[in-house]
């Protein structure tokens, strides 16, 4: 019962927080290995005439172009090879899964590979197909990395009732039916607004249009997507639906105790799957009960405990009327960590995929640093800025940070990922800078050096076009974006960097 209490209060705090993106997961939880197997209330649910209505449906969102684990310390979790594993588990347990994405997944934001989004995007389409998503809702920010042509030749199984081409004609279908182990799940789309879809439908009108459409015999309707929060309130307040999940907002605590149905988030950056294992009831757009259910936690507590008292006796019979009375629609919400513990044996055809990828990663930086350079800036590197700022590095060789941000690399062996050493070294992929990541050449580019903020100052001070650029915040939050450095606090940070005035 510990266990079971300690997991709900994670699950209740992650979904019900009203900030609760995956950055900003509390610190204790970061310490958790994994969480503790759960005693399972759909389980313990469980009649002879329930056990052909269970479901488990697993959700994504917000991935934001990460394919493997966080090199952060913080929240060292996720990535494809876990992911897979996970889902195998997942299967073991014998119930009909669903999987769904809830978009804006393909883009990431690298500043080594600002340009270079469409190889990224490819392969996340890819490694989707590979570990089996049966609907995916795109977001603006797929559009941005791929453009629209694209994003259709993907392969990827896109919904959405909001996106339509100039005439009002959907660009995708509104809905997908997955049939799983004889019950038949309606997912509907609803993709955020954005400038580069010709119209965007109203959400509301959107789902209302869809619902219409959906067909009859189906075990269970869900709308799925990336929307703000509160037109995700105003989708939930639509009769027809079951369930609203959505990619993470900011309001969630007022969205649950406001909407008619539950309305829940995703965790980001593919870090966690959430996994939601139902029992289903006989009406597809009747309203689940979720864990946040009160009687019927109350009651899983009682029911745990043994002994009772004749009045906590009476009570557990009171909630028991009371959760059978409700019927069958509830279900079990859990964000399950993508830990070092679901790292696979042997080797995978996701991490295949992901090798692959990095191959070809390394060779386009090859391509795009031999990029003539014969009129724009280029690198002069540190060891050229000594012997005239010789006060100005002395300052930023002792300090914490920069300095041996490769060595951390080094030390976990990931300096030779392309996916770290953007963000680790200066140049990485840039024109004039380096691609090589061999020891030798990492000991000229490695660290944060000057030029990563200072910019490019190859022929500094004597020609003219070499000059220093002004820093500003974008100058720092291409590295220290919100998954790597999630306590960036600009003031604070750059009074920790700022370089000292010649003596
Ligand atoms: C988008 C840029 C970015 C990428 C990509 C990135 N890092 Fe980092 N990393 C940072 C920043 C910024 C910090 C410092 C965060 C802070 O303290 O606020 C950091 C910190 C770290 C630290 C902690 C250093 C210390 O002093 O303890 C480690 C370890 C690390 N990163 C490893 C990795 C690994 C491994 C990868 C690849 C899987 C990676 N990073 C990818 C930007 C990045
Ligand atoms: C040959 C000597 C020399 C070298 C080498 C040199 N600098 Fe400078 N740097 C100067 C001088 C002189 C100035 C001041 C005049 C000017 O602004 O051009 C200056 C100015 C600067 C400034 C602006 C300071 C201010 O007052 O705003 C920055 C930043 C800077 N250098 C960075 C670098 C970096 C980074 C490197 C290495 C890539 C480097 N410098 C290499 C001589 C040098
Ligand atoms: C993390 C970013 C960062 C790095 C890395 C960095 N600097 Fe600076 N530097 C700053 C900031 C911030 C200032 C303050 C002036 C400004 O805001 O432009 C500054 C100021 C300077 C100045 C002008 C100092 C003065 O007040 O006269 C020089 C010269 C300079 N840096 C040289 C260097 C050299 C050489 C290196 C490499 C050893 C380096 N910087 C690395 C952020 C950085
Ligand atoms: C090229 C990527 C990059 C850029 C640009 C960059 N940083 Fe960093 N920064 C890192 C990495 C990586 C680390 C972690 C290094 C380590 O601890 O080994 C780090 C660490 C730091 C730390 C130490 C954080 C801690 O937890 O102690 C501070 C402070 C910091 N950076 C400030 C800044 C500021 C301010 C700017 C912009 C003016 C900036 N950085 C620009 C990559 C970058």
Same mark, same amino acid.
């Given at each position: 019962m510990i266990q079971l209490r300690r997991a709900a209060l994670w699950t209740l705090l992650c979904i019900g927080a009203s900030s609760c993106t995956d950055e900003q997961v509390p610190p204790e939880t970061a310490e958790l290995p994994a969480l503790p197997p759960l005693a399972d209330p759909v389980q313990q649910l469980r009649g002879p005439e329930r056990a052909n209505r269970e479901l488990t449906l697993v959700f994504s969102g917000e991935l934001r172009g990460e394919i493997e684990a966080c090199g952060c310390p913080t929240l060292p979790y996720g990535g494809f090879d876990r992911r897979a594993e996970l889902l195998s588990q997942l299967a073991a347990e014998g119930r009909p899964m669903i999987q769904v994405d809830a978009g804006d997944a393909l883009l990431k934001g690298l500043v080594s590979q600002r !340009?270079? +989004?469409?190889?990224?995007? @490819?392969?996340?389409?890819?490694?989707?197909?590979?570990? #089996?998503?049966?609907?995916? %809702? $795109?977001?603006?920010?797929?559009?941005?990395?791929?453009g629209l042509p694209e994003l259709g030749g993907l392969g990827l199984p896109l919904t959405s009732a909001t996106w339509a081409d100039a005439e009002g004609s959907l660009l995708y279908p509104a809905f997908r039916v997955v049939e799983r182990g004889g019950l038949k799940v309606a997912v509907v789309g609803l993709s !955020?607004? +954005?400038?580069?879809?010709? @119209?965007?439908?109203?959400?509301?009108?959107?789902?209302? #249009?869809?619902?219409?459409? %959906? $067909?009859?015999?189906?075990?269970?309707?869900?709308?799925?997507?990336?929307?703000?929060?509160?037109?995700?309130?105003?989708?939930?307040?639509?009769?027809?639906?079951?369930?609203?999940?959505?990619?993470?907002?900011?309001?969630?605590?007022?969205?649950?105790?406001?909407?008619?149905?539950?309305?829940?988030?995703?965790?980001?950056?593919?870090?966690?799957?959430?996994?939601?294992?139902?029992?289903?009831?006989?009406?597809?757009?009747?309203?689940?009960?979720?864990?946040?259910?009160?009687?019927?936690?109350?009651?899983?507590?009682?029911?745990?405990?043994?002994?009772?008292?004749?009045?906590?006796?009476?009570?557990?019979?009171?909630?028991?009327?009371?959760?059978?009375?409700?019927?069958?629609?509830?279900?079990?919400?859990?964000?399950?960590?993508?830990?070092?513990?679901?790292?696979?044996?042997?080797?995978?055809?996701?991490?295949?995929?992901?090798?692959?990828?990095?191959?070809?990663?390394?060779?386009?930086?090859?391509?795009?640093?031999?990029?003539?350079?014969?009129?724009?800036?280029?690198?002069?590197?540190g060891a050229k800025c000594v012997s005239c700022h010789s006060h100005q590095v002395a300052a930023w060789a002792v300090r914490p940070n920069h300095a041996r941000a490769m060595e951390v690399l080094f030390e976990r062996g990931e300096q030779g990922n392309p996916e770290c050493v953007g963000c680790h070294s200066t140049g990485f992929g840039e024109p004039g800078g380096f691609a090589a990541v061999d020891k030798k050449t990492l000991q000229t580019w490695g660290n944060v050096q000057c030029e990563a903020c200072h910019g490019p100052l190859g022929g500094h001070p004597r020609d003219p076009k070499a000059v220093p650029e002004p820093i500003t915040q974008a100058t720092c939050t291409g590295c220290h974006d919100a998954a790597n450095s999630p306590d960036f606090d600009y003031e604070q940070y750059r009074m920790a960097v700022i370089c000292p005035s010649d003596p």
């Open positions: !340009s270079d +989004t469409l190889p990224r995007a @490819t392969l996340i389409a890819g490694l989707f197909s590979e570990v #089996g998503v049966d609907v995916f %809702v $795109p977001g603006p920010s797929d559009v941005v990395a791929v !955020s607004m +954005t400038e580069a879809v010709p @119209t965007n439908k109203d959400p509301v009108e959107a789902l209302r #249009g869809a619902l219409e459409q %959906v $067909p009859e015999g189906i075990d269970l309707i869900i709308a799925v997507g990336n929307l703000r929060d509160q037109q995700a309130q105003a989708v939930a307040a639509v009769p027809g639906v079951a369930l609203v999940v959505m990619t993470p907002g900011e309001k969630r605590e007022a969205l649950r105790t406001r909407a008619r149905v539950p309305v829940m988030e995703v965790s980001a950056r593919g870090r966690y799957l959430s996994v939601l294992r139902l029992a289903l009831g006989t009406e597809p757009a009747r309203p689940l009960l979720l864990e946040e259910d009160r009687s019927f936690q109350d009651w899983m507590r009682l029911k745990g405990r043994g002994e009772l008292t004749p009045a906590l006796q009476l009570e557990k019979e009171r909630l028991e009327g009371e959760v059978d009375l409700r019927g069958l629609n509830r279900g079990w919400m859990e964000d399950r960590p993508l830990g070092a513990e679901l790292d696979p044996k042997s080797s995978s055809p996701t991490e295949d995929m992901l090798a692959q990828f990095k191959a070809d990663t390394l060779e386009q930086a090859a391509r795009t640093v031999k990029t003539p350079q014969s009129s724009g800036p280029h690198y002069g590197t």
